[in-house]
């Protein structure tokens, strides 16, 4: 079974730091474009980053840029998200999905990105 599953995500200051895993189990992740999405209350699903397979590209929303940065260990099937310099609108829900055109990144839109996980709680306020 394909399954993604989030953690690492909690309260926060703004300035803060995080750092979220995305776990794959019952494919091998490494095979595979992984792209990180969030979404807050009342708003729409947005594209934060995403990370290719074979030669690791990776590609920030504007908003993510000079503060996130997405990194992949395949040996360990998981995705990661270092968020630094966290500011209060950053808060979401954030979620892991597998690309669907396979190795390369697709654009940010969540249709074009598949098997969801349930997501981590970013919450940051003073």
């Known amino acids: 079974q394909v399954q993604l599953v989030e953690s690492g995500g909690g309260l926060v200051q703004p300035g803060g730091s995080l750092r979220l895993s995305c776990a794959a189990s019952g494919f091998s992740l490494g095979y595979y474009a992984i792209g990180w999405f969030r979404q807050a209350p009342g708003k729409e699903r947005e594209g934060v980053s995403c990370?290719?397979?074979?030669?690791?590209?990776?590609y920030y929303a504007d908003s993510a840029k000079g503060r996130f940065t997405i990194s992949r260990d395949n040996a360990k099937n998981t995705v990661y998200l270092q968020m630094i310099n966290l500011k209060p609108e950053d808060t979401g829900v954030y979620l892991c999905?597998?690309?669907?055109?396979?190795?390369?990144?697709?654009?940010?839109?969540?249709?074009?990105?598949?098997?969801w996980g349930q997501g981590t709680q970013v919450t940051v306020s003073s």
């Open positions: 999905a597998v690309a669907r055109t396979g190795s390369r990144c697709s654009a940010f839109v969540p249709g074009e990105y598949r098997y």
């Open positions: 990370v290719s397979t074979g030669d690791g590209s990776t």
